[in-house]
């Protein structure tokens, strides 16, 4: 079992859409968890960090943190086709030196006009 | 926010040679990393360039293979040594202080042939 697993997509929705993105992890002690955008042929951008269990809003983007469960999750309201892109999740044990973040393979999504 | 140069944003190489990627930040950083990206899969950390030492190596790469350089706290280097088809990739770039997010350059795409 990877120790981040994330549905690889594609995943295409109409614009105006609700978009669901969502991981699994099996390390229990992860505590950082982030979302990260990918434009095709760009680096990756960060978008929402959170750090423990619950919710947090930015615009149009939630990020939803289930530690009990191992899962989170990354929801898009009135998806755009700017939205377009690949969508990774990581995680990580602590916030200190050095880069111990763990990335899922990352979903891409399709929004249509 | 952290601008990350990386240079070149691509090339093709012949199997047997090596190219070295630059990455330029516009300010001074605690830590660089470099990664790398297969179509299709998750980020992998290959090191940690550490000013004035040798770079720390995760597993499965090695100092001979991926040269590291670190001269100052805004500038690195990673040569992709005696390049094989399989090292065909896109390698990114990533800087980071403490209780910051991590920032990402934009990726070389790298096609071995």
């Known amino acids: 079992q990877k120790e981040v697993e994330q549905d690889p997509g594609p995943l295409s929705v109409p614009e105006g ?14 505590q950082y968890f982030m ?9 990756p951008e960060l978008l929402m960090y959170t750090y423990s269990s619950g919710n947090k809003e930015d615009g149009r983007f939630t990020a939803q943190v289930d530690k009990s469960s191992k899962y989170i999750s990354l929801f898009i309201r009135d998806s755009q086709p700017s939205d377009s892109a690949t969508y990774l999740c990581a995680m990580s044990e602590r916030d200190n030196y050095g880069q111990n973040f763990v990335f899922g393979p990352g979903t891409r999504l399709s929004v249509l006009p | 926010s952290a601008v990350i140069s990386q240079k070149p944003s691509r090339d093709i190489c012949q199997r047997g040679t090596s190219l070295t990627i630059q990455c330029q930040v516009d300010s001074q950083v605690t830590m660089m990393f470099w990664y790398r990206q297969q179509p299709g899969q998750s980020l992998t950390l290959i090191a940690t360039a550490n000013q004035g030492s040798e770079a720390t190596y995760e597993s499965g790469f090695v100092i001979d293979k991926f040269p590291i350089s670190r001269p100052n706290l805004t500038f690195s280097t990673l040569t992709v040594s005696n390049m094989s088809p399989e090292d065909s990739s896109i390698y990114l770039c ?11 350059g934009q990726g070389t795409r790298l096609t071995v042939v």
């Open chain 1, 17 to 30: 859409a609700i978009v669901s993105l969502n991981c699994t992890y099996s390390n229990s002690a992860f």
């Open chain 1, 35 to 43: 979302w990260y955008r990918q434009y095709s042929r760009k680096g």
């Open chain 2, 94 to 104: 990533s800087v980071k202080t403490v209780g910051t997010e991590a920032f990402f």
